[in-house]
């Protein structure tokens, strides 16, 4: 959908000039695209080493895999779940506890 908005602007801004508005289009929808493919290429290379992931701690695992493509990172899962923070902050060490997820009221609910 965003390709399709961002096709129409680049028209828009170019008229009839077809060469132009792919160039416009590119122009500003090639870095969006290009992090994202470098994204899934980072997920598909954990995927391919999972194996070597098995081991850990399924809090520490779930960690892991949420950052698997480096757009997320140690201060995003902080942000959205302010109650495990001491719970990540031993993932991101590699030193988890059995103890449960500390959570406090909004990540409840």
């Not at 390709?3 to 132009?20: C, H, Y």
Request: proline share 5%; no cysteine.
């Amino acid at each position: 959908m965003q390709d399709s908005i961002a096709l129409f602007r680049a028209f828009e801004a170019r008229g009839d000039d077809v060469p132009a508005a792919l160039a416009e289009f590119e122009r500003t929808r090639r870095p969006g695209s290009d992090e994202l493919q470098a994204a899934a290429v980072k997920s598909t290379e954990w995927y391919e080493t999972v194996r070597t992931k098995l081991h850990l701690h399924p809090v520490a695992f779930a960690y892991d895999y949420m950052r698997r493509t480096g757009r997320v990172t140690h201060e995003d899962l902080r942000s959205r779940r302010p109650g495990a923070r001491r719970r990540l902050r031993g993932a991101a060490a590699g030193a988890v506890t059995d103890a449960p997820v500390e959570m406090d009221q909004e990540s409840r609910g």
